[in-house]
């Protein structure tokens, strides 16, 4: 079962550039989520998605957009990365129709690093 | 504005301690109230508490939700130093979105 895959792991960008972070499900659901946490922040929520087709913003959305052309994957684009984005990015996905107590699936996590 | 606050910040006790962690939320449409740990990495869910009074348990670890007070406390019972870690309180809220509201955590060091 791989639930919520996230890529890439790691990444270090110079300011300016640009990168793109996936995040992939196999669990049919309905909503995901793009957070970052900094250290003594918890998780603060980027971007959301409610189906395929949709996104919308979060409470820091500012540096970041999302795309998501299928239901089970949700893109974070950051088009000219800054300092201020060095965080920590988790995906996570989840439904109305989810069967267990663990309503929230997160995937690993991407550590990334702007210079 | 929907916030969830955790207390305290951070906390170190001794392996063996009873430890209570606070959340308090206030949220528009509460539908339900998430405990994770957290240890470097992805968080792992602990409990999920809907209804106030029904006590939630899972070894040392124990949770209950009150609802008319708008808090929860998650119990670590005899600490170990496996305990050390955050541990994240959730909210989640079907507005637009059915988003899920995060604490800032307790950062929990248990030492030998």
């Known amino acids: 079962n791989a639930g919520v895959t996230q890529t890439p792991k790691f990444r270090v960008l110079k300011t300016g550039q640009s990168m793109t972070l996936l995040c992939a499900q196999d669990m049919n659901h309905e909503y995901m989520y793009w957070y970052r946490q900094d250290p003594g922040m918890g998780l603060r929520l980027i971007h959301y998605s409610v189906g395929e087709g949709t996104t919308a913003k979060g409470e820091v959305p500012d540096g970041y957009n999302v795309s998501r052309l299928k239901k089970q994957n949700f893109l974070l684009g950051l088009e000219s990365a800054a300092p201020s984005q060095t965080s920590v990015y988790f995906c996570a996905s989840s439904s109305d129709r989810a069967a267990t107590n663990e309503k929230l699936f997160f995937g690993s996590g991407t550590q990334l690093s702007v210079l | 504005e929907d916030k969830v606050v955790q207390s305290p910040l951070s906390l170190v006790v001794h392996e063996g301690d009873t430890v209570t962690l606070n959340c308090s939320y206030e949220?528009?449409?509460?539908?339900?109230l998430l405990w994770y740990k957290q240890e470097k990495k992805a968080p792992t869910f602990l409990f999920m508490l809907?209804?106030?009074?029904i006590e939630k348990k899972s070894g040392r670890l124990s949770s209950i939700l009150d609802k008319k007070e708008l808090s929860s406390i998650l119990n670590i019972t005899a600490t170990q130093t496996g305990d050390s870690a955050i541990y994240l309180c959730a909210v989640e809220a079907p507005n637009t979105g059915n988003q899920f509201y995060f604490g800032t955590g307790t950062s929990l060091t248990v030492i030998p």
């Open positions: 809907t209804s106030s009074g």
């Open positions: 949220v528009t449409n509460f539908r339900s």
